[in-house]
């Protein structure tokens, strides 16, 4: 007896599950609807049968949603180039998913909150966006070096995207975190001018607003941070990972504008006669050229932490850097200079 009411059991849990993804097809459909409010609580109180059908149920409309969302992805960024399907127009999937986020908030609003489908459909577009991303850039990578700037354009968007993502599914708590790490990572570079005072005065304030952010931060309890730390480790990086067998063509075009750049400050350097300016007669005689060297070079490593990489391509800027470094050493000019 006990087998045959769990065969009936079964039986019946089958044919509600089948009824309920029946009527998930037959209101949403393969493409973009928009329902009635009456066809919104009929799925709602669908999705009630499904969390107690349990998990099994739950898995397969999930897995026909997400199939569901990456056709009509994919439908919109198909085959044609005006879609999204060069590097420099990559940025535009992010407005899309972002626009569309907030067109079907209410559609998406008839699911369990526990079952975290908003976040779930934007893991779905990540990994399929990571996807197409590696496949962009092996179309394109003869092209890549001749246009370092739409790779830069488009890793920024990328990063920028995966934060707010981690932001809008981690909390308000993954901002303050972040904002306490950019202030330290700002002390750590020093990032500032060549005017001393001015250069302490901005280390004054980066300290004073560390400290207090810190003490914001301390309220933060346990479990908003496991929260933060959940988002940030599903999102950032889950798609600009891509970019990193890339990035070669920006670390070479950072040594290129710095070569440059040391070109420049020591042609001035030439035309002065490596003569200290005025302001400088008197304090300590440090080279205009060795400063305005050292904020470019500063200037370089806190972009790319902040914005394109802290992967393989900041592991190679220090190399870049010494070499313009040793560069700027060995110079005959300055090997023998001499102030009068």
């Not at 065969?7 to 009635?36: C, N, P, T, W, Y």
Request: with cysteine; net charge neutral.
């Amino acid at each position: 007896k006990v087998k045959g009411l769990r065969q009936r059991i079964a039986l019946v849990e089958a044919k509600l599950s089948a009824a309920v993804m029946s009527d998930f097809k037959d209101l949403l459909g393969s493409s973009d609807v928009r329902l009635r409010p009456d066809e919104l609580d009929r799925l709602a109180n669908a999705c009630l049968v499904v969390d107690a059908l349990g998990a099994v149920a739950r898995g397969q409309l999930m897995d026909w949603l997400c199939q569901r969302e990456v056709r009509i992805y994919n439908d919109v960024f198909a085959a044609s180039c005006e879609g999204g399907q060069k590097l420099e127009r990559f940025e535009r999937r992010f407005g899309w998913f972002k626009a569309r986020m907030e067109e079907k908030r209410e559609q998406w609003a008839i699911f369990p909150e526990p079952w975290c489908v908003p976040q779930m459909l934007c893991l779905t577009f990540c990994k399929i966006s990571r996807s197409q991303l590696k496949r962009i850039l092996s179309d394109d990578e003869a092209e890549l070096a001749a246009s370092v700037s739409s790779l830069v354009t488009a890793v920024v968007a990328t990063s920028k995207f995966e934060r707010e993502m981690a932001a809008l599914f981690g909390g308000t708590a993954v901002v303050a975190v972040r904002r306490e790490e950019e202030d330290e990572d700002a002390e750590a570079l020093n990032v500032g001018g060549g005017n001393d005072a001015l250069h302490r005065l901005e280390g004054y304030r980066r300290r004073e607003r560390l400290a207090a952010q810190k003490a914001a931060n301390a309220k933060i309890t346990t479990q908003e941070r496991q929260a933060v730390a959940d988002a940030r480790s599903k999102f950032e990086g889950c798609i600009s990972d891509a970019f990193e067998s890339a990035l070669g063509v920006y670390v070479a075009e950072e040594e290129r504008e710095l070569r440059g750049h040391l070109e420049a400050v020591l042609r001035d350097e030439a035309e002065a006669k490596w003569l200290p300016s005025e302001e400088d007669v008197g304090s300590a005689r440090v080279l205009q050229s060795a400063n305005q060297l050292f904020i470019r070079i500063r200037a370089s490593l806190a972009r790319c932490t902040k914005m394109i990489s802290r992967g393989q391509a900041l592991l190679q800027l220090p190399h870049v850097l010494k070499v313009c470094g040793v560069r700027f050493d060995r110079c005959e000019d300055v090997t023998f200079l001499t102030f009068k």
